[in-house]
């Protein structure tokens, strides 16, 4: 009996290990993939805005671009320039690309039932639903900003260091934001678990979701700037800096550079549908949209953001680098501010504070 014991903890542990590891690597090939069509749909959506064709040769509609992309890039040839430190400047992108991955082992796709003594409980479909889930997707999409500057300094270009230099400094100023956005949203759930944010964002009234509104625009352009997107693409400006801090690198570690851009993308449209829109829940409380699964929703959600992203990049003009930086702290910044303390007394005015953080694995669902 005892030995029995030991073999069904240890297969216990076991299986738990290769789940663990299987929802790994679901997840990374999934955002891989996601990258590879998210290059293809925002070839296709500016062709489209622009009254072009897009990619259309390779594959039916060209589907088979990505892949097409992906062969050029791993066949060229990686080159190093003469007096670039080789170790950091091949380090450089590795860290950005692992880092726009590892923001991933938080976010929740979804949502299962479980019955336990009859009670129906939610379980969010997340590989870490850990304790502090906003603090590490913000202190991961914090440090992506040092291999940006790694790649500037050990490149030994001027252009590539001034790109870094604007990098640094755009993240860093709308981070400020962001993490303001983000406490308002803290202030109506009391949770730092995202997937107990999706669960209190659905059973709290309409009138905070309407509040909350605005901090919800604030954080989409924010999330621009953080991502260098156009019309705050500075540090990449092809008028002013040829490329950017990349503009030494080919093959590869231009392809991991690339691959870490559009995977952040993807990250800061999930923070937004998981803070803002609801998560993996329907956009109308309605039943007979609920027969359609959370995930499908989670992910229709995102799709819509990332078409606000490359709307963008294809209709408005890029801004200055001083008026990225007045707009950040001159005007996010004391608008978040003021919202926050808005927010926090319309709340305590209201007595719709959270009673009670929610610290549980599993949450009980709603009757």
Known sequence: MHNYNIFLSFYNYISSGVLLFLKIIIVII????????LVYMERKVIA???LRQGPSVVGPFGLLQPFADA?????KEPIIPFKANKLCFLIAPVITFTLALLGWAVIPFGSYIIVDNGQELIVPNVIANINIGVLYILAISSL????????????NSNYAFLGAIRSASQMISYEVSIGLTIVTVLLATGSLKLGEIVIARHNMPYWIDLLLLPM???FFISALAETNRHPFDLPEAESELVSGYNVEYSS????????????????MSAMAVIFFFGGWYPPLDVSFLYIIPGTIWFIFKIVILLFCFIWIRASIPRYRYDQLMRLGWKVFLPISLFWV???SGILVY???LPKNTLNNTVYYKEN
């Open 350 to 352: 209201t007595d719709s």
């Open 216 to 218: 919800a625009f604030m």
């Open 71 to 75: 062969i050029k890039l791993i066949i």
């Open 30 to 37: 999934s955002v891989m993939v996601s990258v590879a069509y």
């Open 252 to 267: 590869m570690p231009f392809a991991l550079f690339f691959l870490g851009e559009y995977a952040n993308m993807i990250l």
């Open 341 to 343: 303390i808005l927010v």
């Open 144 to 155: 992506g900003v040092y291999g940006i500057i790694i790649a500037g300094w050990s490149s």
């Open 48 to 50: 489209a805005i622009q």
